[in-house]
């Protein structure tokens, strides 16, 4: 009525629109609704782009300012819906590595408890199929228990033991495998290799094997892939291998390492927590006595 007003009079629109007329001068004079919760929708926006509109309400939560923590899910969900905006909608992961039925058996370390009282002791990793205009690409990553960080990381054409064990040699060169550290995975054919065994032992890491194809033996590992190909992967497509590896790396090294919150963690930031382990490392190591 009021965006009619210089084409038809009051008189003429209200008993047609069923309306009366005092009902709407008294309308115009509260004048127009306030939106009570106008800076939260502005903060919940805020942090949902920022995360290239990957997150959900719990994350959303989770990143929101100091002054908007008292801010409930339930309401974050309901502002999130109110604006017609949503995280990523998960997809069903598939099982990619194949078992070496002749190959040796080694124990399971883990045993579903994928814990660890401090970071770099426990250690897992898998690899992942990535299709490209010009054809496959695989990853290997190693992932610390602790932090749910990915240390180390590796792409190749080829699914072969390389793969895992570059990815490995990227996480001890960081300083990220502990001495007697546990480095648990699946039992494809590329974790029982000899190459993987030879540097194991070199390098004073003790293997730990799950059962093959089994997602919940192996779920830290599977729970990233699941994240990757969801947040990133399925959102867009790859022409080439470069274009493909480019995001992968991006996507390990500038998103969910350092600016995705880990519910597992207590919604942390998976290097701000490696860091700070680190860090703490580091001022006890000064704390102590000089040796004489």
Known sequence: MLEERANYTIKFMAPRLGVSRSGFYSWLAKGAPVDDWAEERRAVRRV?????????????????????????????????????????TPWKSKRTTVPDKGAKPKPDLVRRDFTSPVPTYKLCGDITYLRTG??????????DFNTRMVVGWAIS???????????????????????????????GAQYTS???????????????????????????????????????????????????????????????????????????????AMDAFFERTARVENELPAAA
């Open 157 to 187: 054409r080829r699914m072969t033991a390389d793969i895992v064990v570059a990815a490995l040699e990227m996480a001890e060169k960081r300083g990220y495998v502990a001495g007697n550290a546990i480095f648990h995975s699946d039992k």
């Open 48 to 88: 949902w782009e920022g995360s290239d509109r990957r997150f959900g309400a719990r994350f959303v939560k989770a990143m929101l300012p100091p002054e908007f923590s008292r801010l409930a899910l339930y309401r974050v969900r309901k502002l999130m819906r109110e604006m017609g905006i949503r995280g990523c």
């Open 194 to 272: 000899r190459l993987l065994a030879e540097w194991a032992r070199a390098n004073d890491v003790r293997l730990s094997c799950s059962r093959t194809g089994n997602c919940h033996d192996n779920a830290v590992a599977e729970s990233f892939f699941s994240t990757l190909k969801n947040e990133m992967y399925y959102r867009r497509s790859f022409p080439t291998r470069d274009e493909a590896r480019f995001a992968v790396v991006e996507f390990i090294e500038k998103y969910y390492n350092r600016r995705r919150p880990h519910s597992s963690i207590g919604y942390r930031i998976p290097a701000e």
């Open 134 to 143: 010009q054809g496959w690409l695989y990853l290997a990553t190693v992932i």
